[in-house]
C-alpha cells in the first residue's frame, strides 16, 4: 500500500490510553503469514493478557495512521534472558515488532527498527540481540540486511519452532536512521 496522499504515519510512545486489545489484534494480523507458512510465532496467538504483560516489560512504541493503529515495536535495555541463551551480557532487545500487512513495503518496518536500536542505545546498550524463527529466510534476511548476524540458537516453549539468534552491535553513529 502507498502512502502517498494520506497523513503521515506518527509514532509515539503507547500510552495508558491506547486499547492493548487493538494492540494484540495488530499482533495477530502482522504474525498471520508465517501462522500461515506452520511458524507459530506467539505473537500470532497471544491472548490480551499476555500482550499486556509483554508491554510490562518494556517500552512500547505504537505507529499510528489517523486513529489506525499499523505498526509496534516494545524494547528493553538491558534485556534479561534465560540461562543459557546465547547473549552478552547489558545487551538490549526488541519483540513484538509488527507492522499492518497492509504497510507492508512502506518503510515502517525499517523505522519502527530504527527507533528500538537508538532506544537501545539511549538506554545504554551497546548491542542488541533478538531472536526469530531458524525457517523464517526472507527475515532472517531482511535483519541480516541491517547488520544482525546470527550468534546461535535457542528453543521457546511458546512456539513450534527453533530460534536462530541474532545480534547487532550499537556503535556511536552506527544505529541511525
Excluded at 43 to 51: E, H, I, K, L, M
Excluded at 79 to 96: C, I, T
Excluded at 113 to 131: F, N, P, Y
Aim: aromatic residues 10%; neutral net charge; hydrophobic residues 40%.
Amino acid at each position: 500500500m502507498r502512502l502517498s496522499g494520506r497523513q503521515a504515519v506518527v509514532v509515539r510512545p503507547f500510552t495508558q490510553g491506547d486499547s492493548v486489545a487493538a494492540l494484540t489484534r495488530l499482533l495477530h494480523r502482522a504474525y498471520s503469514g508465517h501462522a500461515a507458512e506452520g511458524r507459530v510465532f506467539f505473537a500470532s496467538y497471544q491472548s490480551v493478557q499476555d500482550t499486556a504483560y509483554r508491554l510490562g516489560r518494556g517500552e512500547c512504541w505504537v505507529a499510528l495512521q489517523g486513529s489506525e493503529l499499523v505498526g509496534t515495536v516494545t524494547v528493553a535495555a538491558p534485556h534479561e534472558v534465560p540461562e543459557g541463551y546465547p547473549a552478552g551480557d547489558g545487551s538490549g532487545s526488541f519483540w513484538q515488532l509488527a507492522v499492518d500487512p497492509a504497510y507492508r513495503g512502506s518503510g515502517l518496518g525499517q523505522r519502527l527498527l530504527s527507533l528500538a536500536e537508538e532506544r537501545i542505545a539511549a538506554m545504554g546498550s551497546d548491542a542488541v540481540v533478538i531472536d526469530t524463527s531458524a525457517d523464517a529466510a526472507e527475515l532472517i534476511s531482511w535483519y541480516r540486511r541491517r547488520g544482525y548476524m546470527p550468534v546461535g540458537t535457542w528453543r521457546w516453549d511458546v512456539t513450534n519452532y527453533d530460534s536462530l539468534v541474532l545480534r547487532k552491535g550499537l556503535v556511536e553513529g552506527g544505529h541511525g536512521r
